[in-house]
């Protein structure tokens, strides 16, 4: 008898214990206050209708998803902004995102610009100095336009070759000069970099502290927080595959959860005994 009770007790305490883990884990992941769950950084690369890779966002999708960040409160803040939340001074707005575009293509201009200029947003475009310019990317009068009008620029490199591709003068080279250029042809700081394919080792973070820069992105998946090792910044990515309504509201909403996820894919993948369960992992 007094066995039954025993394990009824148990019973109870064990239901009761999952349902609040369940209600924190669905109140931790769900919440929009960036003290909990960080800041967004969400990462872009082309807004257009004419390609078609895992690159490319159609601009009435793009609008679709600035006009819900427009509509729910969500506030995109500036490198200034964001430099000041992780050095753990200044409060940010409420529901922070930083809006980040890769590569420098012409369509950040003609498509994803004034998009972002309709519902009050600004971005940030990480150049790649050697296609400045070429066709399909953005001209340096167009950079100088945008500038003057609230949005921000770093380095994408200059060749955007992997950073881990060089010897220390090639990695010194590529950073030091990109940030140059770029804080002569803006005639404003260049603090941030978005390393090419997210791609660095410890020689390349040295340099990349070295040269001046206060933050680096990669393309790994997370929020930012104020105790991140500001050279290995994760961001949202807004790529890698057709992202749908469902796919960016998922990604934005819950990025502190599948980040979760997908750092533990990571590294599961990493150990050997651990391997095989890593393909049981979602990456969402
Ligand atoms: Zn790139």
């Known amino acids: ?38 800041v967004p950084v969400l990462n872009y690369h082309q ?28 506030h995109s803040i500036t490198l200034e902004q964001f430099d000041a939340y992780m ?16 590569d420098g293509y012409v369509d950040n201009y003609e498509n994803a610009y004034p998009i972002l200029k309709k519902y009050h947003m600004r971005g940030t ?10 066709p399909g990317y953005l001209t340096w009068d167009q950079v100088k336009e945008m500038s003057a009008d609230g949005m921000e620029f770093g380095s994408h490199t200059i060749s955007h070759k992997p950073l881990t591709s060089f010897d220390r003068a090639g990695v010194r080279h590529e950073l030091q000069d990109s940030k140059d250029i770029i804080e002569k ?3 404003k700081p260049c603090h941030f970099i978005a ?9 390349v973070m040295e340099e990349t502290r070295g040269a001046g820069y206060r933050y680096a992105f990669t393309v790994e998946t997370g929020r930012d ?54 393909q049981h992992i979602p990456q969402p």
């Open 125 to 134: 475009i990480f150049l790649i100095i050697n296609l400045m310019n070429t």
């Open 185 to 187: 042809m803006t005639g």
């Open 47 to 74: 807004v257009n209708n004419k390609f078609n890779t895992v690159l490319t966002m159609k601009p009435a999708n793009f609008d679709e998803q600035m006009k819900y960040l427009h509509d729910n409160d969500y």
């Open 195 to 203: 390393f090419p394919e997210g791609k660095y080792n410890d020689m």
């Open 225 to 278: 927080f104020p105790w991140d090792d500001p050279y290995d910044l994760d961001r949202v990515p807004m790529f890698e595959g057709p992202i749908s309504f469902k796919h960016f509201r998922f990604r934005l909403t819950f990025s502190a959860f599948s980040a979760l996820l997908w750092k533990t894919h990571k590294y599961f993948e990493h150990i050997e005994m651990t391997k095989d369960l890593a």
């Open 87 to 102: 050095r753990g001074e200044g409060d940010l707005p409420d529901r922070p995102v930083l809006i980040t575009f890769d």
């Open 1 to 38: 008898m007094l066995k039954k009770i025993c394990s009824w007790i148990i019973g109870v305490i064990l239901t009761v214990l999952v349902l609040l883990i369940g209600i924190f884990a669905f109140w931790y992941f769900g919440s929009t206050n960036y003290h909990l769950t960080g």
